[in-house]
């Protein structure tokens, strides 16, 4: 059977998950798509999904009877509606990380899933299928290092557009710090600092860049999470987790490394899409398996709440300096298998 999928947003993650969803991975087609900018969803249709229909809006989408289930690649805000009228329709969806912009919007969803009685909802929070993450997962879980007690990490692009204003280094930037490590380390969070070194001479008056966000997990372990978006030399994300027996790191991404006119070197890649680009790929076409039997095996509408708590605390800790309480409601037994 082929899972019949339709996508609200064409922007640039909308048209890289079209384009593997019905050019690159197994089990899909890609039969609606909707965009507030009409002409931007018709020429994404016309380049990657040709006789895919093209719909008014996203409503539209997901009512729509050849639609089995919906991708949401919208902006953040447009997230909680979509993600609602999918989860109303009865409709598999996938939503682009944020789930949606708010922890209350969230639990709204955990709430409105938990009603229908049916796990509907993935979070497009990627990490968990890289291959450097797992393999890093993987050596924690079999006790290469010990007991993890601290882990320093980095999220750096090498720019980022004038709208990106300080809160973005959380909602959009680190909350994929937020979900990994949480998984990585099998522990929830109890508190949040940010703190705000001098700022690049490369930056404006709204946005604080670069800044260190601290966790402290419920089980005792610190976090250091250096968010750098103005640091010109790559996208780069580090991260190194260090145990009572050890120290275990995130691999490189695999490069050619070249000795040429006296110098040793390894390209560093530029660009989000580049670095992840494999991780997308396992991820959609774990949705469209799982999709298919009914589950859902990844990041579900409780991390996506999990991840919206824990970002609300680093935004009053970004805006206060405090050091912030990560509390959320008791996780419901519903969430303990996806
Ligand atoms: N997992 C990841 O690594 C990444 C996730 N994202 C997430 O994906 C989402 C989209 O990001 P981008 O593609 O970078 O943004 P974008 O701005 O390139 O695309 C968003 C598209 O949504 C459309 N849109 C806005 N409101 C709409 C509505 N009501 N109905 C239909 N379409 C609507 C816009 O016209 C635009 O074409 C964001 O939530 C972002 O955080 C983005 C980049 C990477
Ligand atoms: O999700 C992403 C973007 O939205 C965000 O703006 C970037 O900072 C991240 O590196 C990228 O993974």
């Not at 979509?82 to 919007?105: N, Q, R, S, Y």
Request: aromatic fraction near 6%.
């Amino acid at each position: 059977m082929t899972l019949k999928v339709g996508v609200i947003g064409t922007g640039a993650i909308g048209q890289e998950h079209i384009n593997r969803l019905n050019n690159k991975l197994a089990g899909a087609q890609v039969v609606a798509a909707s965009d507030i900018d009409a002409a931007a969803a018709r020429a994404a249709v016309a380049k990657l999904a040709p006789g895919a229909k093209v719909h008014a809006d996203g409503r539209a989408v997901i009512a729509d009877p050849n639609v089995d289930a919906v991708v949401v690649t919208s902006w953040g805000p447009t997230h909680e509606e979509f993600v609602l009228a999918a989860i109303a329709a009865g409709k598999p969806v996938f939503c682009e990380k944020p789930l949606a912009t708010t922890a209350d919007a969230c639990l709204k969803i955990v709430n409105a899933e938990i009603a229908a009685g049916r796990h509907l909802v993935q979070v497009g929070f990627m990490r968990r299928y890289d291959s450097g993450y797992r393999a890093l997962k993987k050596a924690i879980d079999d006790g290469a290092i010990g007991a993890p007690l601290m882990v320093h990490c980095a999220h750096r692009n090498p720019s980022v557009p004038e709208a990106y204003v300080s809160s973005m280094a959380i909602v959009d930037t680190f909350i994929h710090e937020i979900d990994v490590l949480r998984w990585l380390i099998g522990d929830d969070y109890a508190s949040a600092q940010v703190i705000v070194p001098r700022n690049t001479r490369l930056t404006h008056s709204k946005l604080d860049d670069p800044i260190i966000v601290m966790l402290a997990t419920k089980g005792g372990i610190r976090i250091d999470g250096e968010v750098f978006v103005n640091c010109q030399y790559g996208y780069d994300i580090r991260c190194q987790v260090v145990g009572e027996d050890g120290v275990a790191d995130l691999p490189e991404p695999q490069s050619v490394p070249l000795r040429r006119e006296g110098r040793f070197s390894t390209a560093i890649l530029q660009d989000w899409k580049l670095r992840f680009i494999d991780s997308y790929d396992v991820e959609l076409q774990d949705w469209i398996d799982a999709t298919k039997l009914g589950k859902v095996d990844g990041p579900n509408a409780w991390d996506g709440y999990f991840a919206a708590v824990t970002a609300d605390a680093c935004l009053e800790a970004q805006r206060t300096g405090a050091v912030v309480p990560i509390v959320t409601t008791p996780r419901p037994v519903f969430y303990d298998k996806g």
